[in-house]
C-alpha cells in the first residue's frame, strides 16, 4: 500500500510542477540525486520500488524542461535512455529481484556521468567558444 501511495504521489507532483510551465533543473537535478542514492541503499524491493518511482517522476518531469537549442536533443536523448533504464529497473523489481536491480542502477549511473560531461562547457569552450 505504501508503494501505491508513493507512485500516485510522485505522479501527482510530475503533473503539478509540469503544470507551472518552468521546471526548475536545478531542483529537479537535486531531488534526482536523492532518489537514486535512495535506491541505491535501499534493502528492500519495496524500499527500492519507492525511490525509483521519485526517480522516474523526476525524469518525467526533466522530459518537460526547456533546453538551450544547442544541446536539446542531446538531453532529451540521454532523458530518454535514462526512462528506458528505469523501465528495466521497475521490470527488475516486480520480479523481486533487487540484486540484478541493483546492478541495473549502474547503467543509471553510467548514464548520468556520460551526460553530465555535456551540462557544462569547458574551460577551452568557455574561451574559444
Not at 40 to 67: G, H, R, W, Y
Not at 71 to 90: F, H, I, S
Not at 91 to 108: G, M
Request: proline share 2%; hydrophobic share 45%.
Amino acid at each position: 500500500m505504501k508503494v501505491i501511495m508513493s507512485v500516485l504521489l510522485a505522479g501527482l507532483f510530475v503533473c503539478a510542477s509540469v503544470s507551472a510551465n518552468e521546471v526548475d533543473m536545478e531542483k529537479t537535478m537535486k531531488q534526482m540525486a536523492l532518489s537514486f542514492k535512495q535506491a541505491k541503499d535501499a534493502q528492500s524491493v519495496e524500499q527500492m520500488t519507492v525511490a525509483i518511482a521519485s526517480f522516474e517522476a523526476q525524469v518525467q518531469l526533466a522530459q518537460q524542461a526547456s533546453f538551450a537549442p544547442e544541446k536539446a536533443e542531446l538531453y532529451q536523448k540521454g532523458l530518454k535512455e535514462l526512462a528506458l533504464e528505469v523501465d528495466q529497473t521497475q521490470l527488475l523489481l516486480e520480479k523481486n529481484d533487487l540484486v540484478a536491480a541493483q546492478q541495473q542502477l549502474q547503467k543509471l549511473d553510467e548514464l548520468r556521468k556520460q551526460y553530465h560531461k555535456h551540462r557544462k562547457p569547458s574551460f577551452w569552450q568557455l574561451i574559444f567558444g
